[in-house]
């Protein structure tokens, strides 16, 4: 659904390029995360996908258009949610939305129904202008939703929200990934990403660094160990043992097998610890 290849851009229109040469390929029904701290080129190769920004250098297509000219059609296909909400604060929530729905020449969804999934049905009526930022936020998100567009792009979809909202927002996105949407996710949330995507890439300085699934990432890159607590003369011992070093996998099984054992469990390396050791930066 989604093809880029040898992509550049620069805000300058000189050599100092937010993005440089980055190619990578979303499929069909895929979520896609894009990783990487602010100022990685996240939102301008997406901006760039969604049509905000012009092609200079490089090919990409959406849904099959090519987005040096996208048409006019190709937006009935598309969504898109930005970090930065952009809602009409003079009108209701839902007048943003009755708003929005005339640009489409395609069947929308239901606005109230739409409210509701985001959990602002209660504010219906009630000018955006008088809206939290989180708020804001949502309505923006189930915004991008109005289409029932195939690809959907979402930008950082969780910042700024609470756990449960946030939670709810998550669950959204994985219903429309068993719908079969295919989903490009930019962020710097490594955990976000882990839950949701199915491959990630990771991008610094407008480059694209590697892309993979977050469990192969894991594999090659992480080293496991193991937490275990156990009585040791009446008193409990806790030790965090690898379990590719040969000492420690002796020293665990000397253990299990000598002592009582109180807790034991795996542990595996994060996301953004393989980033850092990938890229050699973090993501802030």
Not at 262 to 273: C, F, I, N, Q, Y
Request: contains cysteine; glycine residues 8%.
């Amino acid at each position: 659904m989604i093809k880029v290849e040898n992509l550049f851009y620069s805000y300058t229109k000189d050599d100092n390029y937010a993005v440089k040469d980055v190619s990578f390929q979303v499929e069909k029904g895929e979520v896609f995360g894009f990783l990487g701290p602010s100022g990685a080129g996240k939102s301008t190769t997406q901006g760039i996908l969604t049509g905000l920004l012009p092609m200079q250098k490089g090919s990409a297509t959406v849904a099959g258009y090519d987005m040096k000219k996208p048409p006019r059609e190709m937006f009935n296909r598309i969504g898109v949610s930005f970090e930065q909400s952009n809602v009409y604060n003079k009108l209701t929530a839902l007048e943003n939305l009755e708003f929005y729905k005339k640009l489409f020449d395609v069947p929308t969804l239901d606005s109230m129904d739409l409210l509701r999934l985001a959990g602002i049905d209660h504010v219906a009526n009630k000018r955006a202008s008088t809206f939290s930022k989180g708020m804001k936020h949502r309505l923006t998100f189930v915004r991008s939703m109005l289409n029932n567009p195939e690809v959907w792009f979402l930008d950082e979809p969780t910042t700024g929200l609470d756990p449960a909202i946030a939670s709810q927002i998550k669950d959204v996105i994985k219903d429309k990934h068993k719908e079969g949407k295919t989903i490009f996710l930019t962020t710097h949330n490594m955990f976000i990403a882990d839950e949701l995507c199915d491959r990630v890439g990771f991008i610094i300085d407008g480059v694209l660094k590697l892309v993979d699934s977050p469990r192969n990432l894991k594999l090659q890159y992480g080293e496991k160990f193991v937490d275990v607590e156990y009585k040791l003369n009446g008193e409990t011992r806790k030790e965090t043992l690898s379990i590719i070093k040969e000492e420690d996998k002796h020293k665990l099984n000397h253990i299990i097998n000598n002592y009582e054992i109180e807790l034991m469990h795996t542990k595996e390396a994060t996301l953004e610890e393989i980033f850092i050791k990938v890229t050699g930066r973090g993501l802030v």
